[in-house]
């Protein structure tokens, strides 16, 4: 049985022990914390983004430009969580809640804690007394700071001198055309472009989404006719397509029972009625124009003579007579929504020409459902559709 001083002795080196083991579990915690979190599809931006943060710059300006729904403001809130952790003092507003540059003023200084300020030459004297250079303001839908006094919001490009400054919006034109109408010359900037979402990276992002939020069964195929659907009709904007989809959750979870599942007739049950009442050369051209439109998924606009081609092409496999004015028969199908047609004017070999062009309203997959119930097509479209 140990003694009084035996016991005091081991009670001394477990008492040592335990902090260095709590340091260390803390350590490994605080590193995973640090880890930023990556946004699918737009890493290249969020390590420009942190590239832009490090930086040394005599002016600290960056603009975050791109059309809605590329992500510009997700980003900025992602990457604002792992500044907070590194202890950065970050101000988020919209531009739109302000009537004018002397209410952007009193906000900032009501955010910063500071007192007696009223003009911008106020808060810029705060700014250079401060010893800290991890303040991180970021104004979204910038361009509305330059909607009443245009040359007196200038002067927020001065505070890039002493803070981080973000300004999100669509496009910068904008502000070169206000900066030469009052022969104002601009900071030096950085300016980081979104592109838009491409429908294969909007497909991913929705099977993501799926992934996480959806407790039923639900038809992927549908959503996926849906969704390309959305995109076609406004772009790679991920809000637009988001509502889409959380309506198909919704809907989903209101209206179905644990066995069932929303099929594709759910989603657009008039899409196939129109195919349906084709004469067959008709509907051997929007097999064509399926095909060709797997060439090109994004614009969905291709010449009406490769079309022309493409159709003389599956009537040759199909061993079918070739007989039939295709150019005729195309312009008769456009009364039935399925495309537009309009007349460009192209420059092939130095001379001007004007081509016909067939732009699409529905994407391949799209077209490939409508035909699917036509049992006469089937066994060609299976066998053939990369023609």
């Not at 009709?233 to 397509?241: F, L, S």
């Not at 209206?255 to 989603?267: S, Y």
Request: glycine share 2%; net charge positive.
């Amino acid at each position: 049985m140990p003694n009084k001083q035996q016991q005091k002795s081991s009670k001394r080196q477990n008492q040592k022990k335990q902090p260095k083991l709590q340091k260390s579990i803390d350590d490994e915690v605080n590193s995973a914390a640090q880890k930023p979190q990556q946004i699918k599809f737009r890493e290249q931006e969020q390590h420009q983004i942190q590239q832009f943060i490090n930086s040394n710059d005599d002016y600290k300006l960056l603009l975050l430009t791109g059309q809605p729904g590329t992500g510009k403001t997700t980003l900025i809130h992602q990457c604002s969580k792992q500044w907070r952790i590194k202890k950065y003092k970050i101000i988020y507003t919209n531009a739109m809640g302000f009537q004018n540059y002397k209410e952007v003023i009193l906000y900032l200084s009501k955010k910063l804690q500071y007192r007696n300020v009223i003009t911008h030459r106020d808060f810029e004297k705060k700014l250079q007394k401060q010893t800290s250079n991890k303040q991180i303001i970021v104004f979204d839908e910038f361009e509305n700071l330059f909607k009443v006094n245009e040359v007196e919001a200038f002067q927020i490009f001065q505070l890039s001198k002493y803070v981080h400054l973000i300004g999100i919006c669509n496009n910068i034109g904008f502000l070169n055309l206000k900066s030469n109408k009052h022969s104002i010359k601009l900071p030096p900037y950085q300016n980081i472009v979104f592109e838009p979402y491409t429908l294969i990276q909007v497909q991913e992002l929705v099977k993501d989404i799926l992934t996480t939020k959806m407790s039923k069964q639900i038809d992927q195929d549908s959503v996926k006719l849906t969704i390309s659907k959305t995109y076609n009709q406004k772009g790679g904007d991920m809000r637009q397509i988001q509502e889409v989809l959380s309506r198909i959750i919704r809907n989903a979870e209101e209206g179905l029972t644990e066995d069932q599942e929303i099929n594709l007739n759910q989603v657009d049950s008039e899409m196939k009625g129109v195919v349906e009442t084709l004469a067959f050369n008709q509907q051997l051209i929007i097999i064509g124009l399926m095909v060709l439109l797997r060439q090109n998924p994004i614009d969905l606009e291709i010449d009406m003579q490769d079309l022309i081609r493409k159709v003389n092409e599956i009537k040759y496999r199909m061993k079918l007579q070739l007989n039939v004015d295709l150019e005729e028969e195309i312009i008769q199908l456009k009364n039935y929504n399925l495309f537009d047609l309009r007349e460009v004017t192209q420059e092939q070999m130095n001379f001007k020409v004007k081509v016909k062009k067939v732009k699409s309203k529905f994407t391949s997959d799209e077209l490939k459902y409508q035909l699917s119930d036509l049992d006469a097509l089937k066994t060609f479209y299976n066998n053939y559709e990369y023609i």
